[in-house]
């Protein structure tokens, strides 16, 4: 209603009410921090260490005669027209896009192994619009990553390495990359998960346990870092989920990278343990008495488990003295404990529990460095 409004506001005088305004103003100045958001901030810190990665390598094809095989095969038609000539096989360029950022002033790039994989060229190109030339150092093609140290003198910007086994579910998470070409692209999210095991996503021939975020992450992110809060980088974007579903993006967890970068600096591959066992999650029926651990499904002839004496239906419920709640924890355990060391594992054997000790020896790596 009219009459609820305060008579002081309609017979406050114009002079009055500019000293009023004034004194609101001078009572909170505006601040420069609040139009920029810690998004901006982590990315000015971080930007200008993320890379382009533009990659070249020849593809041997052949131009062939134009004639379906199926017509070539049958007999009646090579009577009447004649088998074609053979031509000489021809080459072509193929050209592949990524994304990476460089870790250390004297130049070297992590990027994801499928990036750079049989690539005879690397070119790298820099936000200040810098473009210079890498070599591959060495890569990793069981956890998808790879080492690039730039030809040039430098300087080169650097972005910091955050501590990955910090993070939690619900903290933020800032992409940054090239997707589909498009520079410096940066998009927000939130860590959704950690320890995401790759075989949940059908991916059998790689050995990781990723972070899980929403922040998307597309075609030519591969590679480039995500960051936290804070402008560290915290992963390295490796994959994406398409189709129903979509919006699922994985990062490497940059401890895990870090940890391979070092192998693969020193000597150009990085050796990884196996037991040469397969392993899955526990069956429902298997009873209350099991309440976590890892089902042996299979055990591969003259491998250390067949050595140490694990049989299938065997329960791995501990290695090197720490639970193991599933496949995903016990082959994180063969990881930490390294090749040619003995490592003592707890088995269940229907209902007894056993002691054995098995040797891990490494996984043969095709994938060298150049």
Do not use: C, Y
Not at 75 to 97: C, D, V
Not at 152 to 161: D, F, N
Not at 181 to 197: A, P
């Amino acid at each position: 209603m009219l009459s609820a409004i305060p008579l002081a506001l309609v017979l406050a005088s114009p002079s009055l009410l500019e000293q009023s305004v004034t004194a609101q103003s001078q009572q909170a100045p505006r601040s420069g921090l609040s139009r920029q958001s810690f998004v901006a901030e982590a990315v000015n810190r971080a930007g200008p260490a993320v890379v382009t990665i533009d990659t070249e390598r020849t593809v041997a094809s052949s131009a062939g005669s134009g004639i379906p095989s199926r017509l070539l095969a049958d007999p009646f038609f090579r009577q009447f027209f004649g088998a074609p000539q053979a031509q000489m096989p021809s080459q072509r360029k193929e050209r592949g896009l990524g994304s990476g950022v460089i870790f250390q002033s004297d130049g070297l790039i992590l990027t994801n192994a499928h990036v750079v994989e049989k690539s005879d060229r690397v070119f790298v190109g820099l936000k200040d619009g810098r473009r210079a030339e890498a070599r591959v150092v060495g890569l990793d093609s069981l956890t998808d990553l790879a080492l690039l140290r730039l030809i040039g003198p430098g300087p080169w910007p650097v972005a910091t390495l955050g501590n990955s086994d910090a993070l939690q579910v619900g903290d933020w998470a800032i992409a940054v990359g090239n997707p589909f070409g498009l520079d410096n692209t940066v998009t927000m999210g939130i860590i959704s998960n950690l320890n995401r095991n790759v075989s949940k996503l059908g991916i059998t021939d790689k050995r990781l346990d990723l972070i899980q975020t929403d922040a998307a992450i597309n075609p030519g992110n591969s590679g480039g870092p995500l960051l936290n809060a804070d402008g560290e980088v915290v992963g390295i974007n490796t994959l994406v989920r398409s189709g129903p579903g979509a919006g699922l993006g994985f990062a490497i967890p940059i401890n895990r990278a870090r940890s391979i970068a070092k192998q693969l600096l020193a000597t150009g591959s990085v050796s990884h343990p196996m037991i040469g066992v397969g392993l899955d999650n526990l069956p429902q029926n298997l009873g209350q008495s099991v309440q976590q651990g890892a089902l042996v499904r299979s055990v591969m002839p003259g491998s250390p488990a067949s050595q140490a004496g694990l049989r299938p239906g065997d329960v791995i419920v501990a290695a090197a003295g720490r639970p193991v709640a599933g496949p995903a924890q016990m082959i994180s355990a063969v990881e930490s404990n390294g090749v040619g060391k003995a490592m003592e594992l707890r088995v269940l054997r229907a209902g007894t529990t056993l002691q054995l000790q098995v040797v891990p020896t490494a996984i043969a790596q095709s994938a060298q460095g150049r």
